[in-house]
């Protein structure tokens, strides 16, 4: 210990400094090393001077001063005259699940957001206004909007105050219109939320028909308790829109529409209105009714890959069949690749499968249609080589099914999830099967006839995959046995389309099957006999585009109407001896660059 006289000689050595300004120093670790302090304090309850009991008896332990410095609700508990003494708290609005994840992220900055738990932590994220998790959950429910799912989303953020989400969820039910109308929920609507929506003027419907349609189906669907609303209904459907042909065949004839003056007086409007186009196709509409609705058209086209004999090389092309016209988009830059099938994920990834020649391929090439320089590239290969395989869609996973692995058939199947990035093995069809097509209806995937190598023969038989089940069923045969046949489903109904026969003859009928009655029944013949081409429905129609007939590559497409069960042929322009084998609808890319 320094004397006293020591330290006076030291505090002589001290030196003095010149004036400067003042600096500021912040330590960066500061803030992070208190906080895992109290990370550690909140972890092993010690201070907690606050515990929160649920409705269920769970108990949640915390501080007051950072439960506080997070959320204004529990400022406001904490702060109010009753509350700044309570060293308990029981909260019975909010799910304790939700409500304990919430206390974490509060002491963590972390939040983990799942299917189970979104809608729990919305509600609760809303009431004790944490921002930061609201917005996270808003946009995990935005990514899940679905036509089965999104008018309950509608209310549950109008229930919620999600201001974002309803409007998102509103523009999706707009968009999605003709598949909302096809799913349950629109069935659970009452009058009034029904009204608002086929009221809308930019709901997204080219044919009005299906308004009138969703109309119908939502009053019979309950007939007694829901008729007394059918008018009040039909006064937003736009029947002055609608053909003639179709209110002769379809309105006029309507029970529900004979029953109520009201709804003839629409029907008598339609005509007037129809005979006054007829004679001055300028006249201004004459109400609401009669007034085109104004959504924004997306330009539907059909995205094919084509393979050349000549140059061996496959390319991208897109058809627009509002002017019959191709178009370039590019090229893929692996020779000797003939992918086997084009798949659409989320309407925006397509994915090109597989090969349609006799050496087997894992590889899969992916194109992303928002990108602004579109390109083919490499993603995950499947598990196993197939050739002449199938591939179908289902809740934006992709199918690969069946095919040729270079020394047989296959009967195995996998899927890849986008959300993990992989394939995955699933159940094996019953029966080894190449060269056969896949149909998605009602959510399950149908195996439609194909190639047997070790019989050497054309398969008529279908089976259907159970997702929830992971199991597959032989459903009824196909009146003929078909090989490289087209398959699409269309409205509720899947096609077969020409094919290889039993025989080895190229065939040009068609058979479709419904489920109610479940079976096959024939439909009109194509124009030419094919095998190998792609089908595609849109807008309506069946489009069969391209494949072979013989040995020869077919430089055309026919479209099929169902309603009139007619076949039309179109000569295609397309500007190349690619041999078209596979596609699919897309929203035309503003940016993809065209010749």
Known sequence: ????????????????FKI???????????????????QSLHKDKVFCDIRIETNDGTMLFGHKVVLGSASPYFCAMFTSFEGSSNDLVHITELDSTALQLLVNYIYTGEITVTEENVQGLLSS????????VKNVCTEFIQTQLDP??????????????????????????????????KCDEFLSLSSVEVIKLISCNDLFVPLEEKVFE???????????????????????VRLPLISKQYILEKVVDEPLIKNSPKCKDYVFEAFHVNLLKSVQPFTKPLTVRSKPRQFDILQKVILVLSWSTNTKKTSTNWYDPANNLWHNVLEMKMKYCRPAHLALIADQFVFAVGNNRETKSQSVSMLDLTSQAPCWVQTADMLIGRSHLAVGVLYNSVYAVGGFDGSSDLKSAEVFRISIQKWKMVASMARKRQQFGIGVLNNKLYAVGGYDSSSKNSLKSVECYYPVLDSWKFIKDMSIGRSNAGIA??????????????????QKSVEAYTTNPSGWTPRADMHLCRYSPGV???????????????????????????ITNEWK???????????IFTGVVIDKPPHFNTD
């Not at 989400?165 to 999706?172: D, P, T, V």
């Open 489 to 506: 489903v269309l409205d509720g109904v899947m096609y077969a389309i020409g094919g290889i026969s039993a025989l080895g003859t190229v």
């Open 569 to 579: 042929l179109m000569e295609s322009s397309i500007n190349d001896d690619g041999q």
């Open 125 to 132: 994220a809303t009431i004790l206004q944490l921002d930061y």
């Open 148 to 181: 089965s799912n999104c008018l309950g989303i509608k209310a549950f953020a109008i229930l919620h105050n999600c201001t974002e989400l309803l409007l998102s969820s509103e523009a999706y039910i707009k968009k999605q219109f003709l598949k909302v109308v």
């Open 536 to 562: 595609i429905a849109l807008d309506g129609l069946l489009y069969v585009v391209g494949g072979m007939d013989n040995d020869s590559t077919l430089d055309s497409i026919e479209t099929y109407n169902p």
């Open 20 to 38: 400067c300004e003042p600096k500021k120093h912040i330590n960066g670790s500061h803030i992070v090393g208190l906080f895992k302090v109290v």
């Open 214 to 236: 969703c109309v119908t189906n939502w009053v019979e669907h309950e007939l007694d308790n829901r008729k007394i609303f059918f008018s009040e209904l039909m006064e937003h």
């Open 1 to 16: 210990m320094m004397s006293g006289t020591e330290m006076n000689d030291v505090q002589k050595l001290i030196p003095t």
